[in-house]
């Protein structure tokens, strides 16, 4: 079964700052990678995926992140944060072909004006 | 489109109530996914269906729990009693096949006195 690791659940970045929110997955098959955020008393909706190809993924509202299959790791960066990125962050995985999506525990950005 | 579509937004109950919660997913998608979230448990799949059939409800917590999709466009997860510890936020999602984005409602919210 796959897991994921969201080893901060908490970080501050002052407006303008980058930022990278990190993520690392268990799993003994191929995977599949998510972003998603969750604005304050709303449902979650997916920043980017990764599935297969290039490494290096981009998504919405500025945000990347970076696929390494050698650290097992998926982490989210953006290079300049704005006050409207304050949200909670999760990363999620499944098994390639599987529906099922094990997220992790979240990370909540706060952006410091 | 509507997007994911649950009812109630928010509920209070006393404990020993039945509580229903409804879903409608997003037209043609064939997944339904029921989440929970809470502090201390984070995110957790309760069960999920494909094409109407559940695949997994290895995440539904107890007996007291129930969840149907007698067709495509309608799913209702059950709580019968209502304890507590329910108390807590109950996402609809719904996705068309593996590795596609799951499409979260906005929630409802549960809160068992």
């Known amino acids: 079964a796959q897991s994921v690791t969201q080893l901060d659940s908490q970080v501050p970045v002052f407006e303008e700052a980058p930022v990278e929110l990190r993520c690392n997955y268990s799993?003994?098959?191929?995977?599949?990678l998510f972003w998603y955020v969750q604005y304050p008393n709303q449902g979650l909706q997916l920043l980017l995926k990764?599935?297969?190809?290039?490494?290096l993924v981009k998504g919405i509202n500025g945000f990347e992140a970076e696929f390494n299959k050698s650290q097992t790791s998926f982490h989210l960066r953006k290079p300049s944060v704005h006050i409207s990125d304050t949200a909670e962050y999760f990363c999620?995985?499944?098994?390639?072909?599987?529906?099922?999506?094990?997220f992790g525990t979240g990370t909540r950005l706060t952006i410091i004006p | 489109d509507a997007g994911v579509i649950q009812s109630p937004r928010h509920e209070v109950t006393e404990m020993g109530q039945e509580v229903t919660l409804r879903c409608k997913p997003i037209?043609?998608?064939?997944?339904l996914f029921w989440y929970r979230q809470t502090m201390m448990r984070g995110l957790e799949l309760l069960i999920y269906?494909?094409?109407?059939?559940?695949?997994?409800d290895s995440g539904m917590p107890e007996d007291r729990f129930s969840a149907k999709m007698p067709n495509a466009s309608f799913s209702t997860l059950k709580i019968q009693p209502s304890e507590p510890r329910d108390s807590a936020v109950y996402f609809c999602?719904?996705?068309?096949?593996?590795?596609?984005?799951?499409?979260f409602g906005e929630g409802s919210w549960l809160t068992v006195v």
């Open positions: 999602a719904s996705s068309f096949s593996a590795g596609n984005t799951i499409y």
């Open positions: 799993s003994s098959v191929s995977v599949y």
């Open positions: 990764y599935l297969s190809g290039s490494t």
């Open positions: 999620a995985v499944s098994e390639a072909g599987n529906e099922k999506l094990t």
């Open positions: 037209s043609g998608h064939n997944s």
């Open positions: 269906f494909n094409n109407n059939v559940p695949i997994d």
